[in-house]
């Protein structure tokens, strides 16, 4: 007999931990910081898919045991999770090794400053003054000249 | 067992939330391992023994070490430095 909110604990645990995972990527301004973060939305995924294949009262997919087949857990999600792993830490180890590579070049790992210092960088590779892109957005540029057939048109802006 | 549970995923999202909310960067990586170890227990209970191993060994130990390493690399490996230069660099 399976006991009252088993289920809604685990998902809880998992939906709660990729939540967690994701307000921190979106929220933190250090750079290491949004990189922990991004490994316990991660772990929050990989438990979600685990869940997936499990049923209460299964066993562990482990033949040799006499058990039946049918009342194994399905081992399938598990597979992908065990290579999901693995790929994670690979992905942590490739973002600390461009975080390492930011800080040494900018002597920062906080974003804002990180994104000023970047523009200005990128601004003198291209010869135009700092804090003017092409790219802006319309508030951010001189606009050009209006003609004076449409000056006194538009009513709307 | 649905105590275990609880207690567990508790103790997961505790440490998750500290992960985020601690100014320490080394308390921040050892509050990761520490989700990536409650996480294997659940891994067990939910009969998945191979991927709590491989969630213990790679993420709670070589995860966790790389992590250290880096802070290590960043300057930012202090278990108690002074604290006003640890609230300039911290988020």
Redesign the interface.
């Known amino acids: 007999m399976m006991p009252a909110g088993l289920p809604f604990l685990f998902y809880a645990g998992a939906i709660g931990l990729l939540v967690i995972g994701i307000s921190g990527i979106v929220l933190s301004r250090n750079l290491f910081r949004i990189i922990l973060a991004l490994a316990l939305a991660e772990a929050g995924a990989n438990l979600l898919l685990v869940l997936a294949g499990w049923h209460w009262g299964g066993s562990a997919p482990i033949l040799g045991q006499g058990k039946a087949l049918e009342t194994m857990v399905d081992p399938v999600p598990q597979a992908l999770v065990l290579t999901a792993i693995v790929i994670g830490v690979g992905i942590q180890a490739l973002a600390l090794a461009l975080a390492v590579r930011a800080y040494r070049a900018y002597g920062t790992l906080d974003m804002r400053r990180l994104r000023n210092r970047m523009n200005r960088d990128i601004a003198a590779a291209a010869g135009i003054p700092a804090e003017s892109s092409r790219d802006a957005p319309a508030g951010g540029r001189p606009t050009p000249p209006v003609p004076a057939a449409h000056r006194s048109g538009g009513g709307r802006a | 067992?649905?105590w275990l549970?609880?207690v567990?995923?508790v103790l997961?999202?505790g440490a998750?939330?500290a992960?985020?909310l601690l100014r320490n960067?080394v308390g921040?990586?050892a509050a990761?391992s520490v989700?990536?170890l409650a996480?294997s227990v659940?891994?067990v209970l939910?009969?998945?023994?191979?991927?709590a191993m491989?969630?213990a060994a790679?993420?709670g130990g070589?995860?966790s070490l790389?992590?250290a390493l880096?802070?290590r690399?960043?300057g930012?490996w202090r278990v108690e430095g002074d604290r006003a230069e640890q609230e300039r660099?911290?988020?």
Do not use: H, Q, Y
């Open positions: 067992m649905i549970v609880s567990i995923v997961m999202l998750a939330l992960v985020l960067p921040a990586v990761a989700v990536s996480l659940l891994f939910l009969r998945a023994p191979d991927v491989t969630e790679v993420g070589l995860g790389i992590l880096s802070l690399r960043l930012l660099d911290d988020a």
